[in-house]
C-alpha cells in the first residue's frame, strides 16, 4: 500500500506560469515532510520542506502548503523556468532521532519556453 | 567536499555474479542509506545505518546486504545478481540536526543483470 501518491504522472507548464505538484499520504504519523527533485543521471536534490506544525513554508520561487486535515501537501513554483523541467518527489517522514524518509513516485514537470 | 560519492557508475552483471556497490560521503554524516529506483516505482529503501557498525532492513531489503565498517563508507553488496535487481541505485547520508531530515544523494549507480 502506497504510503505517499503523487497522482500526476506528468505536468507541462509554460514559462513564467506556475506549476503546481500535488502528494497525498495516508500515514497520519508522518510530520514532517520533503521535496526533492531529479535531473536525467543525476541524484536527487533537496528542494524544501516543511514541519507539520506549519501550513505553509517558502523559499524564493518554492512554495510547499500543507494540509493535514486532508493529508495534502502541494509544491508551487512561480514563476516556472525552462531549468525547472525534472522530476519532483515528493517525501515523508515519522518524526525521531533519525529518519527514514517514504517516497511518492514523482512527477515530471516540463517548463516550455 | 565531494560530498557523495558511489563507486561505480555503471555495472552489467550476469545472473549469479557478485558485486559490490561503494558509497563514501566526506561531511561526517551518521545516517547512510541504499534505495532503489526503477521506472514509476520512486526510490524504494534498501537498507539503512545509523552509525558505524550497525545497520537495519528497509522496505527492499530481499538480494542485499551492507555493511558500515567505517562511519564514511557504506557497501551494498548482491552475492547473487538476479535480473530483477536491474535499477539504478542511490545512496544518501544524513545527520539529525534540529528539525531537519534532509538526505543528501549520490550521483547512482546503473546496474544491469542479465
Known amino acids: 500500500d502506497q504510503q505517499v501518491k503523487q497522482n500526476s504522472p506528468s505536468l507541462s507548464v509554460q514559462e513564467g506560469r506556475i506549476s503546481i505538484l500535488n502528494c497525498d499520504y495516508t500515514?497520519?504519523?508522518?510530520?514532517?515532510f520533503l521535496w526533492y527533485k531529479k535531473y536525467p543521471a543525476e541524484g536527487p536534490t533537496f528542494l524544501i520542506s516543511?514541519?507539520?506544525?506549519?501550513d505553509k513554508n517558502e523559499d524564493g520561487r518554492f512554495t510547499v502548503f500543507l494540509n493535514k486535515s486532508a493529508k495534502h501537501l502541494s509544491l508551487h513554483i512561480v514563476p516556472s523556468q525552462p531549468g525547472d523541467s525534472a522530476v519532483y518527489f515528493c517525501?515523508?517522514?515519522?518524526?525521531?532521532?533519525?529518519?527514514?524518509?517514504?517516497f511518492g513516485k514523482g512527477t515530471m514537470l516540463l517548463v516550455s519556453p | 567536499n565531494a560530498g557523495v560519492t558511489q563507486t561505480p557508475k555503471f555495472r552489467v552483471l550476469k545472473t549469479g555474479q557478485s558485486m559490490t556497490l561503494l558509497c563514501a560521503q566526506d561531511?561526517?554524516?551518521?545516517?547512510m542509506y541504499w534505495y532503489r529506483q526503477d521506472p514509476g516505482m520512486g526510490l524504494r529503501l534498501i537498507h539503512y545505518?545509523?552509525?558505524?557498525?550497525?545497520?537495519a532492513k528497509g522496505e527492499v531489503p530481499d538480494g542485499y546486504n551492507v555493511s558500515r565498517l567505517k562511519k564514511q563508507n557504506f557497501l551494498l553488496g548482491l552475492e547473487s545478481a538476479a535480473p530483477s535487481q536491474t535499477s539504478v541505485y542511490f545512496c544518501?547520508?544524513?545527520?539529525?540536526?534540529?528539525?531537519?531530515?534532509?538526505?543528501?544523494f549520490g550521483p547512482g549507480t546503473r546496474l544491469t543483470v542479465l
Open positions: 544518501a547520508s544524513s545527520h539529525p540536526a534540529g528539525d531537519s531530515y534532509e538526505q543528501f
Open positions: 545505518s545509523v552509525g558505524e557498525g550497525t545497520t
Open positions: 500515514n497520519s504519523m508522518f510530520d514532517y
Open positions: 516543511i514541519s507539520s506544525i506549519k
Open positions: 561531511m561526517n554524516h551518521e545516517y
Open positions: 517525501a515523508a517522514s515519522v518524526g525521531s532521532g533519525y529518519s527514514t524518509l517514504t
